[in-house]
């Protein structure tokens, strides 16, 4: 007997992405993300102007997500989205509109965490790309989050670490703001990175217990080293600029590495799966791999497209809790400071 096709739209707005994304099970027919390059000329996302552009974005987002899925809207068994955690206007136009179009079609709706989401994204059905086998650890490394959390099956998951300041992300677009460069900076100083020496100038690493983060400190050591060596030379960026972001990455690695060790060490557990949009730096990627040598770990990492934030992540989180049969009350409200 055929197995009936469970067709789940997914919803992300929790910051300056509006995603909708259409799962036939566990597998991706579309994931459309319209970005906002607004923020690039702020350093940084604006909130008021984030939550406004996902209304404009959302209702054609969607369309195209359904249009090339080649389903109509009357075909879906579910709608999944973000309720948190995120910015607060963002995630409501998102929760609005998931929550109105689910209550009009008569179908269940279905609250998804993001950082689950984040962690979930490594089930996509994915040609060429395995699955983490239970239990796992997961790191998530982007703009707004730093977590190592332990997963013991699909909604079990405890949070061994996170910052407690500053997040990975953050640490980048910081550093990259004094060095001069756009926003987003991560991947201009992964890029530069590639051409210079890691070990041209050593940026003391964060004394924080256990497998908690800190990043604030060393973003302000950056700062300062920055500004005492432009006064003595003013071409000093200019001059050092690859040497610079391969010292500031090589410092940022070895400390997601040495959390991660102590993680494993401290659990017995040897499968890293990572997520988040800061796990597209290809320093990060080649630091894990060159592990899975050493320290005999197997790692996991999704498809670029999954790491960022992404409305197939939550599709995929709808579909699990699809077939759970847990399902939202219409009076769910947006979080955000939403907890794993």
Partial sequence: MKKENIYILGIESSCDDTSAAVLCNDEILSNVVADQKIHAEYGGVVPELASRAHQQNIVPVVHQALSGAGISK????????????GLMGSLLVGTSFAKSLAYGLGIPLIDVNHMQAHILAHFIDEKGHQKPPFPFLAMTISGGHTQIVKVTNYFEMEVLGETIDDAVGEAYDKSGKTLGLGYPAGPEIDKRAQLGNPKAYKFTKPKVEGLNFSFSGLKTAILYFIQRETKANPKFIEENLNDICASIQYTIIGILMDK??????????????????????????????????????????????YTTDNAAMIAIVGYLKYLEKDFSDFDVMATARLKI
């Fill in 74 to 85: 009357d075909q879906l068994s579910a709608i999944a989205f973000t309720r948190g955690p």
């Fill in 260 to 305: 991660l060790k102590l993680a494993v060490k401290q659990t017995g557990i040897k499968h890293i799966a990572i997520g988040g949009g800061v796990s597209a730096n290809s320093g990060i990627r080649k630091a894990l791999k060159d592990a899975e040598k050493k320290h005999g770990w197997t790692t996991y990492i999704p498809k670029f497209e």
